[in-house]
C-alpha cells in the first residue's frame, strides 16, 4: 500500500511540475 501512496504522490507532483513548467514556458 505504501508504493501506492508514494506513485499517486509522485504522479500528483509530476503533473504539477508539468502544468507549472508548461504555464511559465507559455507565459515567456
Known amino acids: ?3 501506492k501512496i ?3 504522490v ?3 507532483l ?3 511540475k ?3 513548467n508548461g ?3 507559455q507565459d515567456r
Open 1 to 3: 500500500m505504501e508504493n
Open 14 to 16: 509530476l503533473g504539477e
Open 23 to 25: 504555464d511559465h514556458k
Open 10 to 12: 509522485s504522479s500528483c
Open 6 to 8: 508514494k506513485i499517486g
Open 18 to 20: 508539468v502544468s507549472w
